[in-house]
Every structure is written in C-alpha cells, then in structure tokens.
C-alpha cells in the first residue's frame, strides 16, 4: 500500500518567515495530495490540494509544489504568521473512485513566534 | 447546513464494552469513511463507503464494524473495546467524483 513519510515533525519560524514542509510518496499511482491543516483539539481543515497533473498550485501566501519524478510534493507557506501555529498534514490517494481513501503523513507541528 | 457532524464528543469505556460512534451529513455526499487519529501517526482509515449498502476496509480495520443504510448516516461499532482502540475518531464525507473531503469535529474515545 501507499506510505507517505513527511518532515520535519516540529518546526519553528518567526513571523515573516517562510515555511516548508516536505512529503514523500512511494506508490506511483497515487494523482492527489491534499494539504489539512488541524488546530488543538479540532478538525482537520483542507488548505490546498494539486492533482497530478499540475506541478505547483497556489493560493495567497500558501503554495503547493509536486514532483512526480522523485514522488515527492511540498508545502511552502510564505510571510507567516501566528495564526498560521498549527498542526499540518499532508496526504495521498490514486484518485477516481479512490480519492477518499487517502494515505496520511505524521504531521508537522508549525510554530510561529511573534 | 450542518455538514458532518458526530456524537458523542467524549466517551469513556472499559475493556470489552461496545459502542457506537454515530456520523452524519447532510450534504448529499455518497462517499463517507471514518479515521483514527493516534498522535504521531496521523490519520489512518478504519472503514469507508462508496454510498448506501457499500462498505469497505481500509487500513486498520480490525475491531471495528460499519454499515451504511441512508445516504446521510455512517456508524462505527467497537464490538468489544480494546485499550488499544483508545483514540480520537474523525467521519468524513465527499462527492464520489472527490476531491475534497469534508471532516466532522471528532469523538475522543478512551478505553480503561
């Protein structure tokens, strides 16, 4: 089955700063990875997601980038800040009648410091 | 609109008590599934459904029981709960064409 490594677990930026946070896929067939951002105690909230066939997507300070080739995609969040301070999980799934059943990374917990 | 809702917030049990998580959605959406959300793991699907009378196993079903009747509700049963099932659960929900999925606001669940 489909395994979804992401890093780093934990990450801290002042705010301003910019913000990465990798994923790495192993099953090739897998076409779309959303991005869930899930602060303390709540749900999980979708942000961004990219299909296959797009490289990189973005919407305001947040962008997603995919590299099909090296099976491995990224979440880059520019200017960020407090607010931003949550849990982020990236995710997979082969698509069609597949996209529900999405593989999760661990999560990365982002802190932004005023 | 409600979305996706669950019940019960919390809930405690003791080894070998059964239970049921009830989900909801009032959105139309054929296909709904249920995680669990263990801490530094992530979310792993436990079950899923592709409409009313379909289910499937996902990841890690072992321990749990669904079925889906009506297009809006999605159940979890826990036949005989273990300690290590203690976790919080999440239902979600989407149109089958995807990709969006949508989450409920979970339930905590603790077995002694």
């Known amino acids: 089955g489909e395994n979804v490594e992401q890093h780093p677990s934990t990450l801290s930026v002042q705010e301003g700063d910019s913000a990465v946070i990798k994923c790495t896929y192993s099953?090739?067939?897998?076409?779309?990875f959303p991005w869930y951002k899930q602060e303390l105690g709540k749900r999980p909230q979708l942000i961004i997601d990219i299909r296959s066939n797009v490289g990189e997507k973005k919407d305001q300070r947040i962008a997603v980038t995919l590299n099909k080739t090296a099976k491995h995609f990224s979440l880059h969040i520019t200017e960020t800040q407090p607010e931003d301070s949550a849990v982020y999980f990236c995710?997979?799934?082969?698509?069609?009648?597949?996209?529900?059943?999405?593989?999760f990374g661990q999560g990365t917990i982002l802190t932004v410091h005023p | 609109n409600a979305g996706v809702t669950q019940t019960p917030k919390f809930q405690v049990l003791k080894t070998g008590q059964s239970m049921t998580l009830q989900c909801a959605q009032d959105m139309n959406h054929e296909y709904m599934s249920w995680y669990r959300q263990d801490p530094g793991m992530g979310l792993r699907l436990i079950h899923y459904s592709v409409g009313a009378g379909i289910t499937d196993q996902g990841e890690v079903p072992n321990g749990y029981n669904v079925s889906r009747s009506t297009t809006e509700d999605f159940p979890l049963r826990l036949l005989s709960a273990a300690p290590s099932q203690t976790s919080v659960y999440f239902c979600?929900?989407?149109?089958?064409?995807?990709?969006?999925?949508?989450f409920g606001p979970g339930t905590r669940l603790t077995v002694l």
């Open positions: 099953d090739s067939a897998s076409n779309y």
């Open positions: 995710a997979a799934s082969i698509g069609g009648t597949s996209y529900g059943k999405l593989t």
């Open positions: 979600a929900s989407m149109l089958t064409g995807g990709p969006k999925q949508f």
